[in-house]
Protein backbone atom coordinates (compact mmCIF):
# COMPACT_ATOMS: atom_id res chain seq x y z
CA UNK A 1 0.00 0.00 0.00
CA UNK A 2 2.50 2.47 0.82
CA UNK A 3 4.72 1.94 -2.07
CA UNK A 4 1.67 2.24 -4.03
CA UNK A 5 1.50 5.12 -2.42
CA UNK A 6 4.74 5.97 -3.47
CA UNK A 7 3.92 5.28 -7.19
CA UNK A 8 1.33 7.48 -7.14
CA UNK A 9 2.95 10.21 -5.98
CA UNK A 10 5.72 10.09 -7.74
CA UNK A 11 3.35 10.02 -10.89
CA UNK A 12 1.88 13.06 -9.72
CA UNK A 13 5.16 14.94 -9.39
CA UNK A 14 6.53 13.85 -13.05
CA UNK A 15 3.05 15.09 -14.26
CA UNK A 16 3.59 18.58 -12.94
CA UNK A 17 7.03 18.72 -14.34
CA UNK A 18 5.70 17.40 -17.37
CA UNK A 19 2.97 20.32 -17.56
CA UNK A 20 4.98 22.85 -16.38
CA UNK A 21 7.65 22.30 -19.39
CA UNK A 22 5.19 22.09 -21.74
CA UNK A 23 3.97 25.22 -20.23
CA UNK A 24 7.21 26.50 -19.77
CA UNK A 25 7.60 25.85 -24.11
CA UNK A 26 4.23 27.31 -24.64
CA UNK A 27 5.56 30.69 -23.70
CA UNK A 28 8.67 30.18 -25.46
CA UNK A 29 6.16 29.92 -28.69
CA UNK A 30 3.82 32.68 -27.76
CA UNK A 31 6.57 35.39 -27.20
CA UNK A 32 8.68 34.33 -30.44
CA UNK A 33 5.16 35.06 -32.45
CA UNK A 34 5.31 38.81 -31.20
CA UNK A 35 8.78 39.05 -31.59
CA UNK A 36 8.82 38.33 -35.43
CA UNK A 37 5.52 39.99 -36.12
CA UNK A 38 7.32 43.02 -34.33
CA UNK A 39 10.12 42.63 -36.72
CA UNK A 40 7.60 42.66 -39.83
CA UNK A 41 6.08 45.51 -38.93
CA UNK A 42 9.36 47.61 -38.72
CA UNK A 43 10.02 46.32 -42.05
CA UNK A 44 7.08 47.48 -43.08
CA UNK A 45 7.25 50.98 -41.69
CA UNK A 46 10.90 51.16 -42.69
CA UNK A 47 9.55 50.61 -46.56
CA UNK A 48 6.44 52.95 -46.00
CA UNK A 49 8.99 55.82 -44.25
CA UNK A 50 11.32 54.96 -47.36
CA UNK A 51 8.25 55.54 -49.61
CA UNK A 52 6.85 58.68 -48.45
CA UNK A 53 10.81 60.46 -48.48
CA UNK A 54 10.74 59.44 -51.91
CA UNK A 55 7.59 60.72 -52.96
CA UNK A 56 8.48 63.86 -50.46
CA UNK A 57 11.76 64.25 -52.67
CA UNK A 58 9.69 63.67 -56.18
CA UNK A 59 7.25 66.66 -55.08
CA UNK A 60 9.96 69.01 -53.72
CA UNK A 61 11.30 68.16 -56.79
CA UNK A 62 8.27 69.06 -58.95
CA UNK A 63 7.72 72.18 -56.77
CA UNK A 64 11.24 73.24 -57.76
CA UNK A 65 10.40 73.56 -61.34
CA UNK A 66 6.95 74.70 -60.79
CA UNK A 67 4.89 77.25 -62.84
CA UNK A 68 7.34 80.11 -64.38
CA UNK A 69 6.73 83.09 -61.85
CA UNK A 70 5.37 86.33 -63.36
CA UNK A 71 5.77 88.64 -60.46
CA UNK A 72 7.72 88.98 -57.59
CA UNK A 73 11.31 90.99 -57.34
CA UNK A 74 12.55 93.02 -60.22
CA UNK A 75 9.53 91.45 -62.26
CA UNK A 76 7.22 93.46 -60.51
CA UNK A 77 9.64 96.49 -61.23
CA UNK A 78 9.08 95.60 -65.20
CA UNK A 79 5.58 95.27 -64.96
CA UNK A 80 4.94 98.73 -63.04
CA UNK A 81 6.95 100.53 -65.72
CA UNK A 82 4.82 98.90 -68.28
CA UNK A 83 7.22 97.69 -70.85
CA UNK A 84 10.46 95.20 -71.12
CA UNK A 85 13.93 96.92 -71.80
CA UNK A 86 16.23 94.75 -73.93
CA UNK A 87 19.67 95.17 -75.61
CA UNK A 88 19.72 93.98 -79.65
CA UNK A 89 22.11 94.32 -82.14
CA UNK A 90 20.78 96.59 -84.92
CA UNK A 91 23.36 95.75 -87.52
CA UNK A 92 23.30 92.16 -88.09
CA UNK A 93 20.58 90.59 -90.48
CA UNK A 94 18.96 87.27 -89.20
CA UNK A 95 19.70 88.16 -85.63
CA UNK A 96 18.98 92.35 -84.77
CA UNK A 97 18.77 94.44 -87.64
CA UNK A 98 16.41 97.90 -87.66
CA UNK A 99 14.93 98.58 -90.41
CA UNK A 100 15.34 102.77 -91.52
CA UNK A 101 11.69 102.66 -92.99
CA UNK A 102 9.96 101.11 -90.65
CA UNK A 103 11.71 102.07 -87.49
CA UNK A 104 11.29 98.37 -86.45
CA UNK A 105 13.77 96.25 -84.86
CA UNK A 106 13.81 92.07 -86.80
CA UNK A 107 15.40 89.44 -86.12
CA UNK A 108 15.51 86.20 -83.85
CA UNK A 109 16.90 87.95 -80.83
CA UNK A 110 14.12 90.91 -81.45
CA UNK A 111 11.49 88.48 -81.77
CA UNK A 112 12.43 86.42 -78.52
CA UNK A 113 11.96 89.86 -77.14
CA UNK A 114 8.83 89.64 -78.01
CA UNK A 115 7.96 86.73 -76.46
CA UNK A 116 9.03 87.61 -73.20
CA UNK A 117 7.21 91.17 -73.39
CA UNK A 118 3.97 88.94 -74.24
CA UNK A 119 4.89 86.39 -71.80
CA UNK A 120 5.53 88.68 -68.78
CA UNK A 121 2.99 92.01 -69.93
CA UNK A 122 0.55 90.10 -72.13
CA UNK A 123 1.67 92.12 -75.33
CA UNK A 124 4.42 91.48 -77.59
CA UNK A 125 5.03 94.99 -78.26
CA UNK A 126 5.75 96.00 -74.90
CA UNK A 127 9.07 95.66 -75.53
CA UNK A 128 11.81 98.87 -76.11
CA UNK A 129 14.95 98.22 -78.08
CA UNK A 130 18.10 99.92 -76.77
CA UNK A 131 21.27 99.51 -79.54
CA UNK A 132 23.96 96.76 -77.72
CA UNK A 133 27.20 96.65 -79.26
CA UNK A 134 29.99 93.97 -78.44
CA UNK A 135 31.34 96.39 -75.83
CA UNK A 136 28.74 97.86 -74.00
CA UNK A 137 26.11 94.59 -73.08
CA UNK A 138 27.78 93.88 -70.05
CA UNK A 139 28.00 97.33 -69.13
CA UNK A 140 24.33 98.19 -70.15
CA UNK A 141 23.29 95.53 -67.69
CA UNK A 142 25.08 96.67 -64.74
CA UNK A 143 23.95 100.44 -65.30
CA UNK A 144 20.64 99.34 -65.22
CA UNK A 145 20.03 100.32 -68.89
CA UNK A 146 18.56 97.40 -69.73
CA UNK A 147 16.68 94.49 -68.38
CA UNK A 148 17.78 91.59 -70.87
CA UNK A 149 20.76 92.00 -73.49
CA UNK A 150 19.69 89.38 -76.12
CA UNK A 151 22.44 90.20 -78.92
CA UNK A 152 24.27 87.10 -80.00
CA UNK A 153 26.57 87.07 -76.63
CA UNK A 154 28.45 84.14 -76.54
CA UNK A 155 28.50 82.13 -72.47
CA UNK A 156 32.27 82.31 -71.24
CA UNK A 157 33.35 81.70 -67.74
CA UNK A 158 34.66 85.50 -67.60
CA UNK A 159 31.59 86.90 -68.47
CA UNK A 160 29.59 84.50 -66.08
CA UNK A 161 31.48 86.21 -63.39
CA UNK A 162 29.81 89.47 -64.16
CA UNK A 163 26.49 88.61 -65.28
CA UNK A 164 24.43 85.92 -65.14
CA UNK A 165 23.04 83.78 -68.21
CA UNK A 166 20.56 81.58 -69.03
CA UNK A 167 20.75 78.31 -70.86
CA UNK A 168 22.24 78.20 -74.67
CA UNK A 169 18.82 79.61 -76.56
CA UNK A 170 21.51 79.02 -80.01
CA UNK A 171 24.61 77.18 -81.10
CA UNK A 172 26.99 79.22 -83.44
CA UNK A 173 30.48 78.63 -84.66
CA UNK A 174 33.39 81.40 -85.92
CA UNK A 175 34.30 81.36 -89.78
CA UNK A 176 34.83 83.80 -92.09
CA UNK A 177 33.22 85.76 -94.60
CA UNK A 178 35.33 86.08 -97.52
CA UNK A 179 35.50 88.05 -101.61
CA UNK A 180 34.46 85.03 -103.49
CA UNK A 181 37.74 83.55 -105.63
CA UNK A 182 39.68 84.93 -102.07
CA UNK A 183 42.29 82.71 -101.34
CA UNK A 184 41.37 82.76 -97.77
CA UNK A 185 39.97 79.27 -97.33
CA UNK A 186 40.22 78.82 -93.06
CA UNK A 187 41.51 80.10 -90.10
CA UNK A 188 45.18 78.98 -91.35
CA UNK A 189 45.11 81.39 -94.33
CA UNK A 190 44.46 84.74 -92.19
CA UNK A 191 48.70 85.03 -91.64
CA UNK A 192 49.35 88.31 -92.49
CA UNK A 193 45.83 89.04 -93.83
CA UNK A 194 43.56 92.03 -92.73
CA UNK A 195 40.93 90.77 -90.94
CA UNK A 196 37.89 92.52 -89.32
CA UNK A 197 36.05 91.87 -86.17
CA UNK A 198 33.86 93.83 -83.30
CA UNK A 199 35.76 95.85 -80.84
CA UNK A 200 35.35 93.52 -77.57
CA UNK A 201 33.95 90.56 -78.93
CA UNK A 202 34.65 87.02 -78.51
CA UNK A 203 35.48 86.76 -82.09
CA UNK A 204 37.97 89.45 -81.33
CA UNK A 205 39.70 87.31 -78.84
CA UNK A 206 39.40 83.95 -81.00
CA UNK A 207 41.31 85.39 -83.99
CA UNK A 208 43.91 86.72 -82.05
CA UNK A 209 44.84 82.76 -80.43
CA UNK A 210 43.98 81.04 -83.52
CA UNK A 211 45.41 83.69 -86.14
CA UNK A 212 48.22 85.62 -83.95
CA UNK A 213 50.10 87.07 -87.39
CA UNK A 214 46.67 88.32 -88.82
CA UNK A 215 46.26 91.87 -88.90
CA UNK A 216 43.01 92.98 -86.91
CA UNK A 217 40.85 95.48 -87.72
CA UNK A 218 38.52 96.31 -85.12
CA UNK A 219 34.43 98.31 -85.70
CA UNK A 220 31.99 98.96 -83.04
CA UNK A 221 29.95 96.34 -85.13
CA UNK A 222 29.68 93.97 -87.97
CA UNK A 223 28.18 96.45 -90.51
CA UNK A 224 31.56 98.68 -90.71
CA UNK A 225 33.59 95.06 -91.24
CA UNK A 226 31.39 94.27 -94.01
CA UNK A 227 31.93 97.74 -95.46
CA UNK A 228 35.47 97.28 -95.32
CA UNK A 229 35.46 93.95 -96.44
CA UNK A 230 33.41 95.76 -100.09
CA UNK A 231 35.41 98.99 -99.87
CA UNK A 232 38.96 96.25 -100.30
CA UNK A 233 40.18 97.68 -96.82
CA UNK A 234 39.55 94.56 -95.07
CA UNK A 235 40.43 90.44 -96.86
CA UNK A 236 38.12 89.15 -94.70
CA UNK A 237 35.39 89.65 -91.78
CA UNK A 238 35.23 86.81 -88.78
CA UNK A 239 32.52 86.73 -86.34
CA UNK A 240 29.86 83.91 -85.37
CA UNK A 241 28.76 82.03 -89.07
CA UNK A 242 25.00 83.13 -88.55
CA UNK A 243 25.68 86.62 -88.37
CA UNK A 244 27.91 86.08 -91.52
CA UNK A 245 24.75 84.12 -93.52
CA UNK A 246 23.50 87.57 -92.78
CA UNK A 247 25.96 89.50 -94.10
CA UNK A 248 26.02 87.25 -97.18
CA UNK A 249 22.42 88.00 -98.14
CA UNK A 250 23.31 91.74 -98.99
CA UNK A 251 25.32 90.42 -101.84
CA UNK A 252 25.46 86.62 -102.42
CA UNK A 253 27.18 86.49 -105.51
CA UNK A 254 29.97 88.57 -104.42
CA UNK A 255 30.82 87.08 -101.11
CA UNK A 256 30.99 83.52 -99.71
CA UNK A 257 30.97 81.83 -96.22
CA UNK A 258 34.32 79.95 -95.69
CA UNK A 259 36.22 78.27 -92.90
CA UNK A 260 33.52 76.15 -91.30
CA UNK A 261 33.30 76.73 -87.40
CA UNK A 262 36.42 77.00 -85.90
CA UNK A 263 34.97 77.55 -82.08
CA UNK A 264 31.52 76.56 -80.58
CA UNK A 265 29.52 79.60 -79.49
CA UNK A 266 27.19 78.98 -77.27
CA UNK A 267 24.73 81.91 -77.31
CA UNK A 268 22.49 82.93 -73.68
CA UNK A 269 20.43 85.81 -72.55
CA UNK A 270 22.42 87.94 -70.31
CA UNK A 271 20.27 89.62 -66.92
CA UNK A 272 22.06 91.64 -64.09
CA UNK A 273 23.45 89.12 -61.07
CA UNK A 274 20.64 89.37 -58.35
CA UNK A 275 17.85 88.86 -59.75
CA UNK A 276 16.49 85.25 -59.39
CA UNK A 277 12.70 86.15 -60.21
CA UNK A 278 13.61 87.74 -63.73
CA UNK A 279 16.37 84.46 -64.20
CA UNK A 280 13.65 82.02 -63.47
CA UNK A 281 10.73 83.83 -65.92
CA UNK A 282 13.64 84.54 -68.73
CA UNK A 283 15.04 80.95 -68.29
CA UNK A 284 11.18 79.09 -67.99
CA UNK A 285 10.15 80.40 -71.11
CA UNK A 286 12.75 80.01 -73.06
CA UNK A 287 12.48 76.11 -72.21
CA UNK A 288 8.81 76.66 -73.15
CA UNK A 289 9.71 78.08 -76.58
CA UNK A 290 12.00 74.88 -77.05
CA UNK A 291 9.55 72.44 -76.39
CA UNK A 292 6.30 74.18 -77.60
CA UNK A 293 7.58 75.02 -81.15
CA UNK A 294 8.09 78.90 -80.98
CA UNK A 295 12.06 78.75 -81.28
CA UNK A 296 11.48 76.38 -84.15
CA UNK A 297 9.12 79.22 -86.00
CA UNK A 298 11.35 81.64 -84.91
CA UNK A 299 14.68 80.47 -86.48
CA UNK A 300 12.44 79.38 -89.63
CA UNK A 301 11.58 82.94 -89.62
CA UNK A 302 14.64 84.19 -89.38
CA UNK A 303 17.75 82.40 -89.73
CA UNK A 304 17.03 79.46 -92.26
CA UNK A 305 16.68 81.89 -95.31
CA UNK A 306 20.17 82.18 -94.51
CA UNK A 307 21.65 79.13 -93.40
CA UNK A 308 19.84 76.76 -95.98
CA UNK A 309 19.47 74.70 -93.12
CA UNK A 310 16.91 73.74 -90.82
CA UNK A 311 18.47 73.27 -87.04
CA UNK A 312 16.55 72.08 -83.77
CA UNK A 313 16.64 74.25 -80.32
CA UNK A 314 19.98 73.66 -77.89
CA UNK A 315 19.53 70.92 -75.08
Not at 52 to 80: E, F, H, M, R, W
Not at 146 to 175: C, P, W
Not at 195 to 206: L, P, W
Not at 229 to 257: C, H, M, W, Y
Amino acid sequence: MEKRFRSSALLVIVSLFAALFLSACGDNTNTAAPAATTAAAATTAAAGAATTAAAGAATTAAAASGPVPTSGGYLDTIKQRGKLIVGVKFDQPTFGLKNPATNQVDGFDADFAREFAKALLGDATKVEFVEAVSANRIPFLQEDKVDLIIATMTINEDRKKQIDFTDTYYNAGQSLLVAKGSPIKSVNDLGGKNVCSAQGSTSEKNIKEKAPTAKLTLFAGYAECYTALENGQVDAVSTDDVILFGLKLRAPDKFEVVGGQFTQEPYGIGMKKGRPELYSFVNGTLQAMKADGRWKAIYDKNIKPASGTSAEPPK
